[in-house]
């Protein structure tokens, strides 16, 4: 059996997420390596210790060999940060020799081991999992969930797995190159970070798996078609099948309204999202200042506002002046942005 | 168009004035709010305080007051181990020790109970019998508080020679089994009686419901069912420390239904003898009064008005048919929400007036009460309370012994049904009103049983 190798990616607002997921994946799946990517830096006198955690390996932002990745970071917000650098890790673990590779979203947890992925990846050089599998019937369901889509992305890219196969690699370094360059939140322009690009992967590579297994990336998106159940064998089910993951996506925001929504009136989810909150609350990051990311504010604490990134991204000639977008002070970019106008 | 305003009552309901008789909802989501506050029995524990603090007794004066009551020529001695003051506190576990005290202390036993100082929502840590406090009644006074050590010492010492001696394990909630079933093991004359109230055997969670919302129906240890519950993770143990009690002290176990034995049995793997003891019966009146076509349906909740006792879907009723001349809403108990069009009569039922619910729902008028637990009742003292009150009773199919027990006291005078939409349904079409109308109405009383008393005697041939 070739080994797992299984990251997600985050920055430290969301180590008590990665924490969940890891401890799940770790349950049922004790001989994957599990990679913890980073987008952030730590706080001073935040205490990380990758030996009390349940990753085997961290990579920074930095060693993904960027060209000045602190200049192209500037670019990005923290979801489209997080979301970029998946194509770039994805590719370096492929190409430093892991046979299967797992992505999946901080905010997932596993409820049971994932045979099918594993099955798949032995037929398949890349693996998705859509939305939603079902069509919708009613217009609620057609405006949140099928125009959603259509929106959004037909898959969702909380998980992507790849085999090491020439396609899977062929797919790893498309994904890395357009990531590296597209990687934006920008919906009217047909792009939503990793997403809308990976409508395009059945067309543009062999071997494409769709995992429709409605027990696979549970979200309030689908949940509407895959009611969750538990059963007195104890076992916990969504569409009838035994749940292998849910993804707990903005719980603490929308997203918990959205699974009211879903569950017309059943409860079954909600007991799996106070378990949820519970495990966030065992694996908080203590001493974390709230909303940390280094990426998100300039030298003088200040928070970078998004029409600076957006501007950053968009000027070559604004890039090529200021070579550290971060500094603060007269000559730096954030004054220039002030003198401009931008807000 | 003009907006029509809404007005919000205190707990966030939305009440439309202009709007009379429409569907009501809640700003917030009751059965949410109960997944949300659900937590481990530890967590919960770690606010419970000791009932005394007073500093145990001389092993001398417990032994000296066992003498001085002649336990050691008394017919028989019950040594009685429960999780709270039975004499204190009502309910209806503590109702059946009542009864079986007064049963036995009339026919010459010696009734000694114990309960833990520290009261608790699971069972005790394993501690050192010394380390163990309890407070001690006999023949219904309290004798003060007592180390389980000097139990252990007092109940052997008098108990080798003892000819009839029972130990009758009542509920261990709060308890260290292990001292106990050490305390059952030093008297090998003795025999012991385990009572199935509830399924605490099977999880800390007494009522076994998971995340305080669901019947979990006890699922395997270790399933994905018990790592999203609170009580999951006290489970593993938890079970293995009762199981160990039960192969140790070989009761003989009692339930107040033989619907809570089976689940119990079926999940325990118990194989020792059992007995299927109900805490009381109806007797019924041989007329009943014509029933009243004049005057709406008076609906009734019965007991406290808990989201676990089924409230939410009694309000929602209520609200729903406000200004439906065909129903009437009341609620008895101790307890108001003070919702719209509920009537609330106050009734506490007590050690004193043990009759006070039913004949509330006698004066009342009641024709039709709800038990919509979402527990799996191991009895229903509410349910009985309404088939004597002369009351047609709707339960849920889910609640354990609600259904089967209303089916078999009244069977022309009830219905069990399975959701709460079959429930609207049956106000809404009004089909209820004929159910109702063509049911069994004789009242009753209720009669006590003589609990584990009853048993006893007749072993004993003292009945």
Redesign the interface.
Not at chain 1, 230 to 236: C, S, T
Not at chain 2, 223 to 230: K, L, N, R
């Given at each position: 059996m070739p080994k797992v190798h299984c990251y997600t990616s985050i920055s430290f607002s969301y180590l008590d997420r990665a924490r969940v997921l890891a401890e799940t994946v770790r349950r049922h799946h004790p001989d994957w390596t599990m990679w913890l990517l980073l987008s952030d830096d730590a706080p001073p006198g935040f205490r990380f210790d990758l030996a009390e955690e349940d990753f085997d390996h961290v990579v920074n932002i930095r060693d993904l060999g960027i060209d000045d990745y602190r200049s192209w970071a500037f670019g990005h917000d923290v979801v489209e940060l997080c979301t970029a650098v998946k194509g770039p890790m994805m590719h370096k673990l492929l190409s430093e020799g892991a046979e299967f590779v797992v992505y999946l979203d901080p905010d997932i947890a596993v409820?049971?081991p994932l045979d099918h992925v594993v099955d798949m990846l032995g037929r398949h050089s890349v693996i998705l999992t859509p939305h939603i599998a079902t069509p919708e019937s009613s217009l609620a369901g057609i405006l949140d969930n099928e125009i959603g889509s259509l929106k959004h992305g037909v898959y969702n890219l909380g998980f992507v797995a790849v085999r090491a196969c020439t396609e899977g690699k062929r797919f790893a370094g498309w994904w890395r190159d357009r990531l590296l360059q597209f990687c934006h939140d920008d919906v009217p322009n047909g792009l939503f970070t990793d997403q809308r690009w990976c409508d395009l992967v059945p067309a543009l590579f062999r071997d494409v798996g769709i995992l429709h297994n409605p027990a696979y990336n549970v979200a309030s998106w689908n949940l509407g078609n895959r009611p969750i159940t538990?059963?007195?064998?104890?076992?916990?089910r969504a569409g009838g099948e035994v749940?292998r993951f849910f993804h707990f996506t903005k719980v603490n925001t929308a997203g918990e309204g959205m699974l009211?929504r879903y569950s017309y009136g059943d409860?079954?989810v909600?007991?799996?999202?106070?378990?949820y909150?519970?495990r966030l609350s065992a694996h908080k990051a203590d001493g974390l200042p709230d909303r940390w990311w280094i990426y998100g504010t300039y030298a003088d604490g200040t928070t970078i506002p998004r029409s600076h990134r957006l501007t950053w991204r968009a000027r070559w000639d604004v890039r090529n002046h200021f070579k550290d977008p971060f500094l603060s002070g007269p000559s730096g970019y954030q004054a220039w942005c002030a003198a401009e106008g931008l807000r | 168009m003009d907006a029509i305003p809404n007005d919000y009552d205190r707990r966030g309901v939305i009440v439309p004035p202009t709007l009379e008789g429409w569907a009501y909802r809640l700003r917030r989501?009751p059965?949410?709010e109960t997944?949300?506050h659900?937590i481990s029995p530890r967590a919960r524990a770690a606010h419970w305080q000791p009932v005394t603090r007073e500093d145990p007794l001389p092993r001398e004066e417990l032994l000296s007051a066992l003498e001085d009551a002649g336990v050691a020529q008394a017919a028989g001695w019950a040594v009685v181990f429960s999780h709270d003051h039975y004499l204190t506190v009502f309910g209806g576990t503590q109702n059946c020790m009542n009864d079986e005290e007064a049963a036995l202390r009339h026919a010459g036993w010696t009734y000694l109970h114990f309960c833990p100082v520290q009261p608790l929502p699971m069972l005790s840590d394993p501690v050192p019998a010394h380390m163990m406090r309890l407070v001690a009644s006999l023949n219904g006074v309290r004798l003060g508080v007592v180390t389980m050590a000097d139990v252990a010492t007092t109940v052997t010492l008098l108990g080798r020679t003892h000819r009839n001696l029972t130990f009758i394990i009542h509920q261990l909630l709060g308890h260290a089994p292990e001292l106990i079933a050490a305390l059952v093991t030093a008297c090998p004359n003795a025999q012991t009686v385990f009572w199935a109230h509830d399924l605490f055997a099977l999880c800390p969670s007494v009522h076994l419901l998971?995340?305080d919302?669901?019947f979990?129906?006890?699922?395997?240890i270790g399933?994905?069912?018990?790592?999203?519950?609170?009580s999951g993770s006290e489970r593993p143990g938890h079970v293995t420390r009762m199981g160990a009690f039960l192969a140790n002290t070989c009761p003989t176990v009692l339930a107040p239904s033989a619907t809570i034995l089976k689940v119990w049995q079926r999940h325990t793997g118990f194989t020792g003898p059992t007995r299927v003891v109900p805490p009381c019966r109806v007797e019924f009146q041989s007329e009943a009064a014509p029933f009243n076509r004049g005057r709406p349906l008076r609906v009734g909740h019965l007991g406290a008005p808990l989201f676990a006792k089924g409230w939410q879907a009694f309000e929602s009723l209520a609200r729903w048919h406000q200004g439906d001349p065909r129903y009437e809403f009341i609620q008895l108990g101790t307890l108001t929400l003070d919702v719209p069009n509920i009537r609330h009569i106050y009734t506490q039922v007590s050690r004193e007036d043990r009759h006070a619910m039913v004949k509330a729902v006698i004066e009342a008028g009641v024709d039709v009460a709800i038990n919509w637990s979402l527990c799996y009742e191991s009895f229903s003292f509410t349910a009985m309370e309404a088939v004597a009150g002369g009351a047609f009773v709707i339960a849920r199919k889910g609640a354990g012994n609600v259904g089967s027990l209303v089916t078999a006291v009244a069977p022309n005078r009830a219905c069990v049904i399975e959701t709460e939409v079959e429930l609207q349904a049956l106000f809404a079409e009004g089909h209820i009103l004929e159910l109702a109308a063509g049911a069994d109405r004789r009242t009753g009383h209720l009669v006590p049983s003589q609990g584990t008393g009853a048993i006893l005697l007749q072993e004993s041939g003292d009945a």
């Open positions: 409820f049971s538990i059963g007195d064998d104890g076992m916990i749940l009211a409860t079954e909600f007991e799996l999202l106070r378990w909150r519970e | 989501d059965a949410r997944i949300n659900a998971r995340n919302i669901s979990c129906g006890s699922p395997p399933s994905p069912a018990c790592g999203i519950c609170p």
